[in-house]
């Protein structure tokens, strides 16, 4: 069954209540908003209009930084639980995974990342034994590199009795710069007429993986069962997340008329209506649903609505460019490795999204985050 807003009550059932996260998020932004007025160091001013956004932005001179912290969720538990089952080490993905939840919500700012902090949190120091955090370093120092960013140092605090004694829990911050010519993507740009490109994922990225485990759990096989490709259900969904940076970096520096750009993690394709404008997304052409991701929804028994509300479906990155610019734009987003469509258009009207081959709607208030 699927809420108003298309949110999954399988979803729910594993542990995530947006309708009650996101009313807490709508409490400390109100707080956070009371502090606006807190003196920043001379020649620098907060851009309020950030507030919300995916990363936030202050100027300093003629300069504006990026600044963002994000945490990776769940997924650790799946490699962990896929490291106990086969013996598979995947905690590289998991390295690389965690960067990209950080840099990918940055760039959607337009600010590209210059530093990166790690935050590794444990029950037992006894984590750290084994192959575990080398290949957790490695992935995201690999990440880093990928991003053009100094991975600049992090916290790794022992939390004995909350955090378990075999889990990880993996954040990151970063800081960034956008670069001179380019200008910050807050939503002010969009008008109708833009074209929306969707950039698609490499499987689950960061979002459901607490469906996925509870999908798991209920198999035979668990993380072991294979899907109709032959593709164990564990190895599909420890594929690491796109980062997609370079792709934000090179439409930037090809001049691209880039009005805003939206990284699809937690509430789906509602995330297309991120910015709070009244305007209508339509999308009318999907992007190829990875493997995984049609198996998770089908052994959820989700709805079309409620699928796309929960996962990525195919889609991990949308980029809003001026009408004419979509192509150039997958043009661009070809040449650097990744696979993109023209997928819709930006109308004037409520704000909603309409995913016509579907023939899904999510208003306005499935994206309430204040």
């Known amino acids: 069954m699927s809420t108003p807003g298309g949110e999954s009550a ?8 947006y309708a009650t996260l996101d009313a807490a998020k709508r409490a400390a932004l109100a707080a956070a908003r009371a502090t606006g007025s807190a003196a920043l160091v001379a020649g620098a001013r907060f851009v309020e209009e950030s507030r919300g956004e995916p990363a936030q932005l202050v100027e300093v001179g003629p300069q504006r930084f990026g600044f963002v912290l994000e945490c990776l969720g769940t997924k650790s538990m799946l490699a962990g639980a896929f490291e106990e089952q086969t013996g598979a080490d995947r905690f590289a993905a998991i390295g690389y995974d965690t960067v990209a939840a950080v840099v990918n919500d940055l760039v959607c700012v337009g600010a590209l990342p210059l530093l990166v902090n790690a935050y590794f949190a444990t029950g037992a120091a006894g984590w750290y034994d084994g192959r575990r955090h080398a290949s957790l370093v490695e992935g995201f120092a690999q990440a880093c590199a990928d991003a053009g960013a100094i991975w600049a140092g992090g916290e790794s605090p022992t939390l004995a009795g909350l955090v378990a004694p075999n889990e990880v829990d993996l954040a990151g911050a970063a800081l960034g710069v956008v670069p001179p010519g380019a200008a910050p993507l807050l939503g002010s740009a969009l008008e109708p007429g833009d074209e929306i490109v969707l950039v698609a994922s490499s ?17 035979p096989d668990r993380l072991e069962h294979r899907l109709p490709s032959g593709t164990l259900l564990g190895d599909a969904l420890l594929v690491p997340s796109v980062s997609y940076v370079g792709l934000v970096a090179g439409l930037q520096s090809a001049g691209v008329p880039l ?34 991701l049609d198996f998770l929804a089908r052994a959820a028994d989700l709805e079309p609505a409620e699928a796309y509300a929960t996962l990525n479906m195919g889609a991990g990155f949308a980029c809003y460019v001026a009408a004419g610019a979509g192509e150039e734009t997958v043009a661009i987003a070809t040449r650097l490795g990744h696979r993109a469509l023209v997928a819709g258009v930006v109308e004037a009207g409520e704000r909603r999204v309409v995913i016509e081959p579907l023939a899904i709607t999510y208003t306005g208030a499935a994206l309430d985050l204040g």
Do not use: F
């Not at 399988?10 to 209540?17: E, F, I, L, N, P």
């Not at 979002?207 to 198999?219: I, K, M």
């Open 10 to 17: 399988a979803y729910r059932d594993a542990g995530v209540d």
């Open 203 to 219: 499987g689950l990225h960061a979002n459901g993986a607490s469906l996925a485990r509870r999908v798991a759990r209920h198999l």
């Open 259 to 292: 009005h805003y750009a939206s990284h699809i993690t937690g509430h789906g394709w509602r995330k297309l209506q991120r910015a709070r404008r009244a305007l209508t997304y339509r999308v009318q052409r999907l992007p190829e649903v990875p493997e995984v």
